[in-house]
């Protein structure tokens, strides 16, 4: 699985550039990055990361259309980056802790998972995380920033070294990008 794990890597960078610069094309690598991370993940017995990998597709089409569209259709130049509004916050937090636990129970009670909490932290972490993606909120970088820093570590433990690595990068890119985005989104775009 090695070739795998090093291909995804390879479209995980792409996807990370131009996730960056906010570019709607960060979707098609949203597809194909989860398709091959299904494989690696599953192998590692990282069964809740595995799972993500297939919301992430899901998302990503989510998130090509919402981006194409411009989110029912009031902004003409596409999806403009936003701040999340406060009325989200509760429901988010709720989606995050409910996800968190039926992660957890569901890999303790019926995998062979031995890192459960880590591995349903960074997953529900993620759900939150790429919903305010496909909303262009700001702040999703945040939580991947978060999601990296502990996926780096976890992928460490999990002799996922490329993966590590990639995910160590994302860490250092994700704060470059909110502060890039936080400039677009000042700017207008």
């Known amino acids: 699985m090695n070739y795998l794990e090093i291909l995804g890597t390879f479209i995980g960078l792409i996807y990370l550039w131009l996730e960056y ?6 979707w098609i690598a949203g597809i194909i990055m989860p398709a091959i991370y299904i494989f690696v993940y599953y192998k590692a017995g990282l069964y809740a990361d595995f799972g993500i ?4 597709l899901v998302a990503a089409v989510y998130g090509w259309i919402v981006w194409k569209s411009g989110h029912k259709k009031q902004y003409a130049a596409g999806l403009p980056i936003t701040h999340l509004p406060l009325k989200y916050l509760f429901s988010l937090s709720v989606v995050f802790l409910v996800t968190l636990l039926g992660i957890a129970w569901i890999l303790i009670e019926f995998t062979d998972s031995n890192v459960p909490w880590l591995d349903s932290f960074t997953t529900a972490l993620s759900i939150v995380g790429m919903w305010m993606l496909a909303r262009k909120y700001v702040e999703q970088w945040w939580a991947w920033i978060l999601v990296d820093v502990v996926c780096c570590g976890l ?3 999990k002799e996922l070294y490329f993966t590590s690595g990639l995910y ?4 250092i ?3 470059f990008g909110y502060l890039k985005w936080k400039r677009m989104m000042e700017q207008g775009k």
């Not at 990998?53 to 992430?56: S, T």
């Open 21 to 26: 610069k906010a570019s709607i094309y960060l």
């Open 53 to 56: 990998n297939i919301y992430y």
């Open 155 to 157: 992928y460490i433990y």
């Open 168 to 171: 160590g990068l994302y860490s």
């Open 173 to 175: 890119i994700a704060i």
